[in-house]
């Protein structure tokens, strides 16, 4: 049987067909992101875009994939959220934690704001954000707004009694006044065994910041590096901006080897960021 060479064409020509299309499917893929959905428990899904939350129900407000406008569903029966982290909670946390508190927020509040209804669902972007928008309020002097997302942070999360973030903010709002042993003291406490890595990488940055403007600049080395070191599952960017702070520090005292590894590292780790940037320049003026 003969059949027609451009039904069936070459086999180098049927491999270049076929790499074009992996190619172009691959970056259909990589373009279209993917909407945060909220996952039930008998495993349909809906985007969050398309739920309210009243009381402990939620809420369908639009027409979508098979549900209708009004239907509502226990909260409880929500199983996981799925999605991808929002790229601006990135960028945020890299802001903040580069002293541009107030930039942060920007990115942060709408997140914080758009996906509350999320806040008991596992799986959440909504407590990362949160948290750090304390932590930005914290930092901005603001305890009102402080003391309010830590209320919301604390009765979304399942254990009882204050987040520890919420101990972290009132740390970061001692007055300047306070003394030296106490302000110590208040980070110390939240840099044990018995907390999350994020909160005690956080009050490690926080206290290595505090001590380098005290001028005791080998100290606040030491808590700069115990992020990377005992910390890392803290977060990427918090790993990342201590990395750089950290190398800072070695240039000044002509460890260049040693703050160049640092670097590459916190370049690594914070791809697309303003920290990256600032580490690729100090890299560029080490070379």
């Known amino acids: 049987m003969n059949f027609h060479p451009m039904i069936f ?9 076929l790499a074009g299309a992996v190619a172009t499917l691959l970056l259909s893929w990589a373009s279209a ?9 008998n495993g349909r899904s809906v985007p969050l875009v398309a739920v309210g939350l009243q009381g402990d129900k939620l809420i369908i407000t639009g027409a979508a994939e098979g549900f209708t ?18 790229a601006e909670l990135y960028q945020a946390v890299a802001l903040l934690l580069m002293d541009k508190p107030a930039v942060a927020l920007q990115l942060l509040e709408p997140i914080v704001t758009g996906q509350r209804i ?3 669902i596992p799986g959440n972007f909504w407590l990362e954000a949160a948290r750090a928008a304390l932590v930005a309020y ?14 919301e942070i604390s009765a979304a999360t399942p254990a009882s009694g204050n987040d520890p ?3 972290l903010g009132k740390a970061l709002l001692m007055p300047s006044s306070a003394k030296v042993d106490d302000r110590e003291a208040a980070f110390r406490d939240l840099m044990t065994d018995q ?3 994020d909160v005690c990488g956080y009050a490690s940055f926080y206290r290595a910041k505090w001590l380098k403007s005290l001028k005791r600049d080998a100290e606040a080395l030491e808590a700069y590096l115990v992020i990377p070191c005992v910390y890392p599952s803290g977060g990427m960017i918090l790993n990342a901006v201590a990395e750089l702070k950290a190398s800072e520090l070695l240039v000044s005292s002509d460890r260049r080897d040693e ?5 590459k590292s916190s370049v690594r780790d914070s791809t697309g960021t303003r920290v990256a940037v600032e580490a690729n320049k100090l890299l560029d003026s080490l070379k």
């Open 9 to 17: 064409p070459s086999h180098p020509f049927r491999s270049a067909l």
């Open 33 to 41: 992101a993917e909407p945060i959905r909220i996952v039930f428990q």
């Open 69 to 86: 406008a009004g239907q509502s569903f226990p909260l409880a029966t929500a199983d996981h959220v799925f999605g991808e982290k929002p």
């Open 118 to 120: 999320t806040a008991k």
């Open 138 to 151: 914290a930092v901005s002097g603001d305890a009102a707004k402080c003391g309010e997302i830590g209320k």
């Open 165 to 167: 973030f919420v101990l």
């Open 195 to 197: 907390l999350p890595a």
């Open 259 to 263: 703050a160049t590894a640092l670097l």
